[in-house]
């Protein structure tokens, strides 16, 4: 059988590091190919190898039949390849139409032809039930309706195939869902797509053949009918998975009490608009929202980092209004930021001074106000032993370490002084299934000994898993909170989108 996209015992090598390892892939005309694989697992370099972004080290590609050599992407797009990024190429400032067409620009009387650029738009739009209005500015569209707009311009530019890169990872469950309709629509018109994912449930969803990539290495092909998402993970960590039981403790006293807070942003903009939430020992309080809806700022409000802020915020029973933040880290709680590279590391230094990091004024890591290095190397043989931390050198500069166990070393420094109260944000983004596995382990941990955890995420599968409570946050405002059994997807992005209680 001749496949559409076929690569051949691929490989792509940078440096000492092997990406893509003899990687045989294939997809056919008129399918949906899910590309599986954890974080890291080499599958967006295998695409950006096939769209001639990298070169290949070793291996062919053929499509069509035929073997093919792109040396850019402009090669991959000569043969009606596209792909979306999982990071959108459009300008903000110009319109959809001047976005889809720049490149290939109706022009009359050597002057761009907006009312042509519209209408080619158009016609693309309806004809896959996009709708979107090509008169609109790229900067008034929500994140699910520049996807949309991308995907317009891969399909105004002449795609055959085409390959989207985690194209859910910021979507809302409906923008998810509008998103595999038109996936739906374009395979009915007889388009070829590649979905590169980490998402089991939406692969099991949307996928005709389903490749699982290991570590740069293919793991495994089947089609969809002849696996289950406990399979799939299996082939994607390449050991049995843990079972999850999510304890429901008795809830004890207020460990973070905040009401009617509210933060200015520098350009005028509410962050936090009169927000309340209590959360309590015992318990883990999951956040959820669309990114930039005030979260961020959240946690640098309720950790000392951001000033200027009104409305009554106690930690662990203390108004912390012009508390810094090792006063308040000193008083029992953790913060564990979503930027492990800006705030929660010092990737120059060694694994010793980081685990020193925020604790070098307690006792944990000095004695007579002095650094204790026999400490600190107790500390890091815990965290070491216990997170399961490779490699375990304690000279190593924390840069030399994969992102995973960048990530255990502060979820395992922050959780060592066992906090009272723990604000956590994305602690298992762009980490692996097995290094997920012991944060949420760990998490779980800190609750039964007794911890209130206020846990941001944008990972619907950790919000359910983990969260006792859940409350929706939008444009900084707290939409609605209940049990966690009281949501589905679907009705938590419904209010993830603004949607209030009685238009439910």
């Not at 695409?47 to 291996?59: A, E, F, K, R, V």
């Not at 009169?274 to 979260?295: F, M, P, T, W």
């Not at 309720?302 to 009104?310: C, E, N, P």
């Not at 762009?430 to 779980?444: A, P, T």
């Amino acid at each position: 059988m001749v496949h559409l996209l076929e690569t051949k015992k691929l490989t792509k090598v940078f440096g000492d590091f092997t990406a893509n390892k003899d990687v045989d892939f294939w997809c056919d005309e008129g399918k949906v190919t899910s590309l599986l694989g954890e974080n890291g697992a080499g599958k967006t370099t295998l695409m950006n190898t096939i769209y001639g972004l990298y070169q290949p080290d070793g291996g062919e590609i053929v499509f069509d039949g035929k073997a093919v050599h792109f040396k850019s992407p402009r090669d991959a797009i000569a043969c009606e390849i596209q792909m979306v990024h999982q990071h959108f190429m459009l300008i903000d400032e110009f319109t959809v139409a001047e976005n889809v067409v720049m490149g290939n620009e109706p022009v009359k009387r050597g002057l761009f032809h907006t009312k042509e650029a519209r209408r080619r738009v158009l016609e693309i739009s309806d004809a896959y039930h996009f709708g979107i209005d090509p008169a609109l500015r790229v900067s008034d569209l929500s994140v699910g309706e520049k996807q949309k707009v991308e995907i317009i311009k891969a399909l105004y530019h002449g795609a055959r195939l085409l390959i989207l890169d985690e194209p859910t990872a910021v979507l809302t469950p409906q923008e998810t869902e509008g998103l595999f309709q038109v996936i739906r629509r374009l395979k009915s018109s007889g388009k070829s797509i590649i979905i590169i994912t980490h998402k089991l449930h939406e692969t099991m969803e949307i996928a005709d053949e389903i490749f699982v990539l290991r570590h740069g290495v293919m793991g495994g092909h089947v089609k969809k009918e002849e696996t289950d998402p406990y399979k799939l993970t299996c082939m994607m960590v390449d050991h049995q998975p843990r079972e999850f039981k999510k304890e429901t403790l008795m809830p004890g006293e207020t460990a973070l009490h905040i009401e009617e807070l509210d933060y200015v942003r520098e350009d005028g903009s509410k962050a936090l608009d009169c927000l309340s939430l209590d959360v309590h020992s015992r318990e883990i309080y999951g956040i959820a929202g669309i990114e930039g809806n005030g979260q961020l700022e959240l946690l640098e409000v309720i950790s000392g980092i951001l000033k200027g802020w009104t409305g009554q915020l106690e930690v662990l029973g203390e108004d912390i209004s012009g508390r810094t933040t090792r006063q308040i880290v000193e008083s029992g709680a953790a913060f564990i930021h979503s930027d492990r590279m800006e705030r929660g590391l010092l990737l120059g230094q060694d694994a010793a001074m980081n685990a020193a990091l925020g604790n070098q004024y307690s006792d944990l890591v000095t004695s007579k106000h002095k650094i204790d290095y026999k400490k600190i190397d107790r500390m890091l043989e815990e965290i070491f032993e216990k997170y399961q931390v490779s490699p375990r050198n304690k000279a190593l500069p924390l840069k030399n370490f994969s992102g995973g166990n960048q990530q255990k070393m502060i979820i395992g420094r922050e959780f060592y002084r066992n906090p009272r109260l723990a604000v956590i944000a994305h602690p298992t983004r762009g980490v692996d299934i097995g290094v997920c596995e012991i944060i949420h382990e760990s998490i779980l941990e800190l609750k039964r000994q007794g911890a209130a955890i206020l846990l941001i995420t944008a990972d619907f599968d950790e919000l359910f898993r983990l969260s006792d409570r859940i409350g929706v946050i939008y444009e900084g405002h707290m939409v609605t909170e209940d049990i966690a059994e009281a949501f589905t997807p679907t009705k938590l992005g419904f209010y993830m989108g603004g949607g209030r209680e009685n238009e439910d």
